[in-house]
C-alpha cells in the first residue's frame, strides 16, 4: 500500500503562485509514476503534470511553461510549484501514484483546494 497526503493548496491571487507537496509512504519503491490531477467543479478529473520514476516529465498544455513538478526521493515527497496562476487553474488537485507490475494500480491522496481569484 500507498500513502499520499498532500499540503500546500490555498487561496491566491491571479498572476500568483503556490506550491503543493505531496508527501508518500508506504511501499514507495513500487510506483513508477508519480502525478498531479486537478478537478474543477463540474468537470472531470485531468491531469496536469506526471514525473516518471527515471524522472521525465508531462505536462498539460495549458500549464506548460507556468507549473514545475519535482520530485525529492529522500523524502518521498512529489511538489508542484504553479507559478501565473491564473482563475482557471482553480480546482482541487490530488496527487496520484500509479504502480506498475503484475498487480497495477492508482493510489490517490485526498486533494487539497487551489483557488484563484482575478
Known amino acids: 500500500q500507498v500513502r499520499l497526503v498532500e499540503s500546500g493548496g490555498g487561496l491566491e491571487q491571479a498572476g500568483g503562485s503556490l506550491r503543493l507537496s505531496c508527501a508518500a509512504s508506504g511501499l514507495v519503491f513500487s510506483i513508477n509514476r508519480w502525478g498531479w490531477y486537478r478537478q474543477a467543479p463540474g468537470k472531470q478529473r485531468e491531469l496536469v503534470a506526471a514525473?516518471?520514476?527515471?524522472?521525465?516529465?508531462d505536462y498539460a498544455d495549458s500549464v506548460k511553461g507556468r507549473f514545475t513538478i519535482s520530485r525529492d526521493n529522500a523524502k518521498h515527497t512529489v511538489n508542484l510549484r504553479m507559478n501565473s496562476l491564473k482563475p482557471e487553474d482553480t480546482g482541487v488537485y490530488y496527487c496520484?501514484?500509479?504502480?506498475?507490475?503484475?498487480?497495477?494500480?492508482?493510489?490517490w491522496g485526498q486533494g487539497t483546494q487551489v483557488t484563484v481569484s482575478s
Open positions: 496520484a501514484a500509479d504502480r506498475a507490475g503484475q498487480a497495477p494500480r492508482t493510489y
Open positions: 514525473i516518471t520514476s527515471g524522472g521525465n516529465t
